[in-house]
């Protein structure tokens, strides 16, 4: 089984940046998948973005795209998502998730593994 570890997150005003951090722990060379969430008060939680750790493939939302920025450092095994440009919208709990092998799964994420979730407060 694998854990996922987040951190970051906060209370941020209209314009300004956060990053979020997801840490992978235990069996990961079976998840090649790992992306991140997000879930808005009163609705169903979305994709937000998603990697694959062998390759330089990426994928975003439409709502994120050229705002949000998912990198990954392979050698500690964590992904970060940097997050520019924040609007209100973009309040929500964000959480990571991994998927299991063998394919990357692209905006496809599951979520068969998830973190616990990290809240992102945007004011206007």
């Known amino acids: 089984q694998v854990q996922l570890v987040e951190s970051g997150g906060g209370l941020v005003q209209a314009g300004g940046s956060l990053r979020l951090s997801c840490a992978k722990a235990?069996?990961?060379?079976?998840?090649?998948?790992m992306g991140w969430f997000r879930q808005a008060p009163g609705k169903e939680r979305e994709f937000v973005s998603s990697?694959?750790?062998?390759?330089?493939?990426?994928d975003y939302a439409d709502s994120v795209k050229g705002r949000f920025t998912l990198s990954r450092d392979n050698v500690k095994n964590i992904i970060y998502l940097q997050m520019n440009s924040l609007k209100p919208g973009d309040t929500a709990v964000y959480y990571c998730?991994?998927?299991?092998?063998?394919?990357?799964?692209?905006?496809?994420?599951?979520?068969?593994?998830w973190g616990q979730g990290t809240q992102v407060t945007v004011s206007s």
């Open positions: 998730a991994a998927d299991r092998g063998p394919s990357y799964s692209g905006s496809a994420l599951r979520g068969d593994v």
């Open positions: 990697t694959n750790w062998r390759g330089g493939l990426t």
């Open positions: 235990g069996h990961t060379f079976s998840y090649p998948t």
